[in-house]
């Protein structure tokens, strides 16, 4: 896998902090100070990437707005970085594609944890792997190539962790799955008490499959246990 980061923060120390850091765990490091040399590093290095690192608050923008543009873009994973002690940063963040927050001050460690974590549930359908194809409702959704299009042929833009999460629950359907479970699974991590990020990734997930959030007929929610993916799902090898 490429090991090509982009990291925007406007501190210097930080920066450099962040690049020095992550260089000895064995990463490329491309870093920028503010929203304009960020968008500059992107277009010029979007197909390298295999990470984007985004500060909330920039000098001439925003990292939300940069999460907005990256997203129309490229699925590359997003991580957020926020100050902010309000849940509505991290939120707002996810709705509108990032694949993980984390809250400032943070130990370099800990960054370091969820890029691996990533990184390791980006390999979940690397080549090799007996199952080539799932299809449910019209959908396929190749776990090799990492790409669903929906009934009409079209791809759907899925960030990496939203396409981890709909691949396990199109290889669990019919399970109810509790959150706990769920948030291992994209995160690694146990659901903090006041964590709201998995309903938000749900939802957002529901909304690139179409699937009504008041009377859901894919993802429906099971008062008081979790999840269950309920459509007939069929799996399909290399043809």
């Known amino acids: 896998m490429n090991r090509t980061l982009l990291v925007v923060d406007d501190d210097q120390k930080t920066r450099?902090?962040?690049?020095?850091?992550?260089?000895?765990?064995?990463?490329?490091?491309?870093?920028?100070?503010?929203?304009a040399s960020f968008n500059a590093e992107f277009e010029r290095?979007?197909?390298?990437?295999?990470?984007?690192?985004?500060?909330?608050?920039?000098?001439?923008?925003d990292g939300f707005t940069l999460c907005r543009?990256?997203?129309?873009?490229?699925?590359?994973?997003?991580?957020?970085?926020?100050?902010?002690?309000?849940?509505?940063?991290?939120?707002?963040?996810?709705?509108?594609?990032?694949?993980?927050?984390?809250?400032?001050?943070?130990?370099?460690?800990?960054?370091?944890a969820r890029i691996k974590a990533i990184h390791r549930r980006m390999q979940l359908g690397a080549p090799g792997a007996p199952v080539r194809t799932l299809r449910f409702a019209g959908f396929s959704m190749?776990?090799?190539?990492?790409?669903l299009t929906d009934p009409q042929g079209e791809p759907v833009v899925l960030t990496s962790m939203d396409f981890n999460?709909?691949?396990?629950?199109?290889?669990h359907a019919g399970e109810t799955l509790d959150?706990?479970?769920?948030?291992?699974?994209?995160?690694?991590?146990?659901?903090?008490?006041?964590?709201?990020?998995?309903?938000?990734?749900?939802?957002?997930?529901?909304q690139r499959l179409h699937d009504d959030g008041k009377q859901p007929v894919l993802i429906k929610t099971v008062r008081g246990s979790g999840y269950v993916f309920s459509a007939d799902v069929t799996q399909h090898g290399d043809s």
């Open 16 to 35: 450099n902090l962040l690049k020095t850091y992550l260089e000895k765990h064995q990463y490329e490091v491309r870093v920028a100070h503010d929203g």
């Open 45 to 61: 290095f979007k197909d390298e990437l295999s990470l984007v690192i985004l500060d909330v608050m920039l000098p001439d923008t």
């Open 69 to 112: 543009s990256v997203r129309s873009q490229s699925p590359v994973p997003i991580i957020m970085l926020t100050a902010s002690a309000d849940d509505t940063d991290r939120i707002v963040g996810l709705e509108l594609g990032a694949d993980d927050y984390i809250a400032k001050p943070y130990n370099p460690r800990e960054l370091l």
């Open 142 to 147: 190749d776990v090799v190539e990492r790409v």
């Open 165 to 171: 999460l709909l691949r396990f629950f199109a290889e």
């Open 179 to 206: 959150r706990s479970r769920l948030m291992e699974q994209t995160r690694g991590r146990d659901l903090g008490p006041l964590d709201r990020s998995l309903d938000v990734q749900i939802s957002r997930l529901r």
